[in-house]
């Protein structure tokens, strides 16, 4: 009785194994589906030599390798980071950073030059502190309303 247990646990392992790896490897003929969701011919050839792999005792990655030496890196649905890949994760990065970047620089350039142009309208003119503040207050312009999401939403609220 022991025994039978002891082997049903272990086929039940097995075959958690097999889900597991079927669910991360993709269908050829169907492209959107895992072998494990696939009813395609294939599908059921590929879950059961995932089994006939881990009979022999193979390990997973061992499995993954196999599968992609021969159908190609496509069948996996967690390709691997490499220079190939890197471009395809770090573009969105890359392109929200090179924006920011420029949004912050120009930005800095507009408060920059304003601030500039004022002192130098008061340069050499005798002021007081008060009157300098006062003046520089009325040269220098407000920034611009905020028009994100948030802001609409407060105004919206405020009518």
Known sequence: MEKKD??????????????????????????????????????ILLRQLIRDEIGAGKTDKEIYNKLEDEFGETVLYAPKFDLQTAALWLTPVLVVGGAAAVLAYTKHRQR????????DLIRGVPLTPKERVTILDVLIPPPPPPRGLASRFRTWLNR
């Open 6 to 43: 002891e082997d049903l646990k272990k086929a039940q392992m097995l075959d958690a194994r097999a889900r597991n790896i079927s669910h991360n490897v993709r269908c050829t003929e169907c492209g959107s589906q895992s072998i494990e969701d696939s009813q395609a011919d294939i599908a």
């Open 112 to 119: 920059t030059n304003v601030h500039i142009m004022a002192l």
